[in-house]
């Protein structure tokens, strides 16, 4: 996986900064709320909905235990389709061979599907070092590139804009991207809808080569589909010459009767809609429909090495509905910024540090951006256990160090930054495995209680920062038992 965001400092740093900006609170609060309530309210006209759910897990599960097989037979259907497939191991590989697709047309402009995938890459950064132009096509990623900002939701990017500011910088970005905003644009979602319209029209029939993602690829038929609510993704996936889709393996499924259950839990789990307004398929190419080129480049870019970790490979289940962020509490005050990703949230939070390892500080800070109150697993389609992979990644780092990435090979480092942590262990478990000193020591706690303080001090500061330590009662409980039950077994 690329590099986080430039400059980006580690989570509790970032998201300090976030919490104490009321307009992105209030931004945020707003719009996870709203999403929220309408969600509920879909999910809950299915009367199978946990059937639906359990279904999701269990194909998920089916598939990555014999991922190897059934990407094999991916890249046949695809093959004989018409497509051409291309192996991607990391980002570097896959933003080479696009840009070398690209290149190969003579085209120097591409529009684009709103893809996480080529984000993740980093593959805008790349087409324009190669003197490419990328046109970014969902209308929240058109606000997010027009800012010069990056996305902070999976599925509503620029979730943390509002209208105001939208409007703002239509009026002052688009004319440099092409058709300019009307004069006496308003913030009204109508006129910026219409905007934006406008602005995009000349760029879908101009363009001769659209790059996209896919929610998911169909091993049995070579079929990719797209799910969106604007119609922007058919205009990518139909007007161009050549379309070249950038696609994590881990989003196959074996047949159409398994993309049944997914077409109807993700609807409702991210947009709340019934039915999805766009659902586009296509199957390598057909002559005089379509693109009359097809390449498909499926991206390994860390999966593999997630895939080995039986507990953390639950996260390669997601199908980016988003509906985890939108009951994080972490995530409703802090922001998607702050994770220092493309995939931010809780599921962020587990898939970032697996992908990209956690040898730099904000990868090894994401698993503790949680407070463990598992409101994103009950409403995960897919029942990804976030909680549990987040503490298996918080063991993972504070016992066995930081992962870096040599190769196919996972090397630890030390992890310095939890030493006081791995030593208040320690000292808990000598403690507590000896009860005469566990004894003299609350003994000890107790008469010295007025004394204490109020927060950590050292490396501990940062913790209790918010936090006040929890007081020390007169007496132990052991001592209390032996004051009024003389130590009588009071089961007797």
């Not at 590989?93 to 996480?116: C, F, H, P, Q, Y």
């Not at 009307?182 to 101009?206: C, I, M, V, Y």
Request: with cysteine; net charge positive; hydrophobic share 40%.
């Amino acid at each position: 996986m690329s590099g986080t965001f430039v400059g980006m400092p580690a989570f509790p740093k970032a998201a300090r900064e976030a919490v104490g900006n009321a307009t992105l609170r209030g931004n945020l609060r707003h719009a996870t709320h709203t999403i929220r309530a309408k969600r509920a309210k879909a999910v809950a006209e299915v009367s199978d909905w946990a059937e639906l759910r359990e279904a999701g897990k269990r194909i998920k599960d089916h598939t990555l235990r014999h991922l190897d097989g059934h990407l094999v037979r991916l890249e046949e259907s695809v093959t004989a389709a018409g497509g051409v497939v291309h192996w991607a191991a990391d980002a570097e590989e896959a933003n080479r061979i696009v840009t070398d697709l690209v290149k190969a047309t003579g085209e120097r402009e591409v529009v684009k599907v709103k893809s996480m995938a080529t984000q993740e890459i980093g593959l805008n950064e790349a087409l324009e070092a190669a003197g490419i132009r990328a046109y970014e096509t969902d209308l929240a990623e058109l606000i997010v590139q027009l800012g010069k900002d990056r996305p902070s939701h999976i599925l509503v990017p620029a979730i943390h804009r509002n209208r105001g500011e939208i409007r703002d910088i239509f009026a002052r970005e688009m004319g440099a991207w092409g058709r300019p905003a009307p004069e006496g644009l308003t913030d009204t979602p109508a006129e910026l809808a219409e905007a934006a319209r406008l602005h995009l029209r000349e760029k879908f029939l101009r363009a001769k080569v659209g790059i996209s993602g896919a929610n998911f690829m169909v091993a049995e038929t070579g079929t990719l589909v797209v799910v969106e609510s604007e119609g922007n993704g058919r205009m990518c996936l139909t007007l161009p010459e050549t379309l070249i889709s950038v696609v994590g393996i881990e989003k196959t499924v074996p047949s159409w009767r398994d993309l049944e259950v997914f077409l109807q839990t993700l609807p409702r789990s991210s947009t709340a809609e019934r039915m999805n307004p766009y659902t586009s398929m296509w199957t390598g190419t057909t002559d005089g429909d379509g693109p009359r080129t097809f390449h498909l480049v499926l991206l390994d870019n860390g999966r593999t090495d997630t895939l080995a970790d039986e507990v953390g490979r639950q996260a390669l289940r997601c199908i980016r509905c988003s509906a985890c962020l939108n009951v994080c509490p972490v995530y409703e005050r802090a922001g998607g910024h702050a994770y220092g990703s493309v995939y931010p949230g809780p599921i962020g939070a587990i898939l970032s540090p697996q992908l990209r390892g956690t040898a730099s500080e904000i990868d090894a800070s994401l698993p503790y951006a949680s407070s463990l109150c598992g409101a994103c697993y009950e409403v995960c389609p897919v029942a990804i256990d976030i909680p549990e992979v987040l503490v298996h990644l918080r063991e993972r780092i504070a016992q066995g160090g930081r992962a870096t990435r040599d190769g196919n090979t996972v090397v630890l480092k030390p992890a310095g930054g939890h030493a006081a942590e791995r030593a208040a262990m320690r000292a808990a478990r000598w403690a507590f495995s000896r009860p005469g000193a566990l004894r003299t020591g609350q003994r000890l706690a107790s008469g010295t209680r007025r004394f204490h303080p109020r927060t950590l001090p050292g490396p501990g500061r940062a913790w209790s920062a918010t936090r006040e330590l929890p007081t020390v009662p007169p007496e132990s409980f052991r001592a209390w038992w032996q004051r009024t039950r003389g130590g009588k077994d009071m089961t007797k």
